[in-house]
């Protein structure tokens, strides 16, 4: 039995590839962390995302297995990132020349916590959304860094565990795709509807491509990226 956990944030990139996960994989475990992120809307939304994709595909229903979220608050105590705190704008940070909004760490204190947690449940594969190809400069997200800890996991555990990043290669626009050759237009409906990415937390207002300010970088790479897809599509 191929088993998998995905890192599940109830964001666009990682629904994506929680729905990826049903549809090579025969059972799906995930996990998500709470660590005072401003957008904490997201957890939220990764439990009715959950629901809804199983309501929304039978497969979905029998190969979910588990759900975790792990409580890591402490972190908010050890950083300074603007997605932390309860306000502070979204800029480039001039000396390290990485946005405000980067958070230490935070991808690879996930992939321990996920490692252990697969481990534990004989899943080999951990999928992740992280991805570079228009990423917002974090180091964490690189393919480089996902090999390097793919080997440090697999020695700390003599495991044979492997991380897979189905989005490292596609832009926001290709992601989009994604999901509609996963499961067509309804699917890429539930990914606007029921996904949650905006940096602020809002949620009031459902834009073509989500909901969420518009403004915050985070909302202009996904509304970018929807656009490319109607692109894509030809729909635009």
Known sequence: MKKALVVFSGGQDSSTCLYYAVK?????????????QRHEIELKCRQEFLEALKSFDKEAKD???E????????????????LTKESGEYVMDEKNSLPTSFVPGRNLIFLCYAASYAYSVGADTI???????????????????????ETAI????????????????LTKGETFKLAYDL???????????????????????????????????SCLLRKRGYEDYLKLRGKL
């Open 183 to 217: 499961g067509g237009d309804d699917f890429v409906r539930m990914i606007v509807e029921k996904t949650h990415t905006c940096y602020e937390g809002s949620h009031d207002v459902l834009h073509a491509w989500g909901y969420g300010c518009g403004e915050c970088p």
């Open 67 to 82: 759900d975790k979220v792990v409580d890591m608050m402490a972190l908010k105590t050890l950083t300074n990132s603007a």
């Open 127 to 149: 999928i992740s959304g992280v991805g570079q190809a228009d990423y917002s400069g974090y180091p964490d997200c690189r393919e480089s860094t996902l090999k390097a800890m």
């Open 24 to 36: 090579n994989y025969d059972a799906v475990y995930t996990i998500g962390f709470k660590y005072g």
């Open 63 to 65: 190969k979910l297995i």
């Open 154 to 169: 697999n020695l700390g555990m003599e495991s044979n565990i492997k991380l897979l990043s189905p989005l490292m290669h």
